[in-house]
């Protein structure tokens, strides 16, 4: 036993007491830490739950497919009819477009900017990259309105103008979020493509774009939930209507938060006494009903971005 | 196959700076040369401007030639993407594309040319690599699995098989066993005793065991200081230079006085 044993008793309690007093001020300081970190994720989720609930709750009451089936042509006053389909289609041939339009343009600067960009070039784009991300939606929408003036005349109101005005809000985002997708792919990868004596554009086509293309999806899925809830530049560029339209170059063109936004300012309808399916609050009803739509169709779109990043990302085993 | 490297007063830059400075060398078909020298002497950039990788960074540049079979890599006419496929290059670190198979990994250097090949062709050819590269037995069974779940010596070999895909001329191989186990490095010097038979072979190591057990020749850089572009002291047969070095720097690299 005494060979085993490593220096006298007395140094082992030392030892001992040295490696078994904790620092009580750290473990404290840990203590409080966690309790903020935890305290301010309840925060944080306090606001969203409560949305989200405040959503479902209020949305239910009118949501159906009834809803989601029908326009709101010829509704009128407080009866208990009409639904948000044409808003609906609205949002989606107008966020479809608007990504149509941005996602190249915005890829295409993504690629420049990493795999391409040197010198003052790249740096005033990148400035006016950055520049673009503040520029207020409704400013967005003014530009639009104002571009299409020129060549369709003052107070044209078409899906297509919309959709310019979204792409103005969405490239930023767009560049944005691609350039650190890009980034994140490792320089050996790039490398060891140009060494099998692939050309520069091959390897970015089938080596960087594929590698990344899971979070690529990620960041045009970001920019695209960035912008289908925008309200002010479609209202002002595709104008309001209680019809279905399917196409962006003809007439005006509803959308989800414009509609939401309509019902909501309609306020209360008037009944008149005996009326039995008049309902005065069915336009807050409608408002909500629509609301609960557009985070359904986000929530959606989040999935299917899931989806695709499940099957693209790199496999392991 | 294998064809000999004619290097004549290469001086290599990145920007202003000039990393590399006046290196003459021959480099024998059919055999092994190594590189050794102390850390940040230019022995990987050396290696990278023999197949034009070293371009790849920007601002990089050499003046000088280097003349494979008498075609000099940086003539005018000369297509950078041609000589890669020429003159192909293992790195130091495995890496496979993360996104393809084992399968897809050796077919790389095809595929990603917009190639057409037909699926025997590519059986073969995936076979005769990865044989090659002393890795069939390991993975036949398991070639539709991602490369990147192999272990880090079977990812360098995976690595060379694709290299080898291409049928280049010579083979460049920048440390290629530094981040492997001995065994995975066992592995590999026998690998490159094999393929020796067919290739002309270049690796940068800093392993000394390395070089006087796997190259014919030997080639030794220095640097004067930092700062200072790296030189090529001696090259020599590698028993010559292990045992009879003509510099002293040399001696006392390979005797282990300093670097």
Sequence with gaps: MSAVTVGTSDETEQIRSLLTSGDKGRKRTDRIMTMLVYGAFGLAMLPLVSLLWTVVVNGASKFNPYFL????????????????????????????????????????????????????????????????????????????????????????????????????????VVVRSCEEMLKLVPNELREASYALGVPKWLTIIKIVLR???????????????RVIGETAPILITAGTTDSLNFNPFDDRMMSLPVYIYRQYAQGVATCRDGQLDCIPDINYMRAWAAALTLVLIVMLLNLAGRLVTRWFSPKLR | MAQRI?????NIYYGDFMAVQGVSMTIEPKSVTAFIGPSGCGKSTFLRTLNRMHEVIPGAHVEGSVELEGVDLYGPEVDPVAVRRTVGMVFQRPNPFPTMSIRENVLAGVKLNNKKISKTDA???????????????????????????LSGGQQQRLCIARAIAVRPQVLLMDEPCSALDPISTLAIEDLIQELKKDYTIVIVTHNMQQAARVSDRTAFFNIAGTGKPGRLIEMNDTATIFSAPSEKATEDYVSGRFG
Excluded: Q
């Design chain 1, 211 to 225: 590698t990344s293309v899971a979070g690529l999806t990620t960041g045009i899925l970001l920019a695209v939930a």
């Design chain 2, 123 to 149: 059986d073969d050819l995936v076979e005769r690599s990865l044989r090659g590269a002393n890795l069939w037995n390991e993975v036949k069974d398991r070639l539709d699995r991602p490369g990147s779940g």
């Design chain 2, 6 to 10: 004619d290097v004549k007063d290469l």
């Design chain 1, 69 to 172: 089936s029908v326009t709101m042509r010829g509704v009128f006053g407080g009866m208990d009819a009409g639904g948000a389909y044409h808003a609906i289609i609205g949002t989606l041939v107008i966020t479809l477009c608007a990504s149509v339009l941005s996602v190249p343009i915005g890829l295409l600067t993504a690629v420049y900017l990493v795999e391409y960009g040197r010198g003052p070039l790249a740096r005033a784009v990148t400035f006016f990259v950055d520049v673009m991300t503040g520029i207020p939606s409704i400013v967005a929408g003014l530009f639009a309105f104002a571009l299409f003036t020129i060549f369709l005349g003052p107070g044209a109101k078409l899906g297509i103008i919309a959709a310019v005005a979204l792409s103005v809000l969405m490239i930023p």
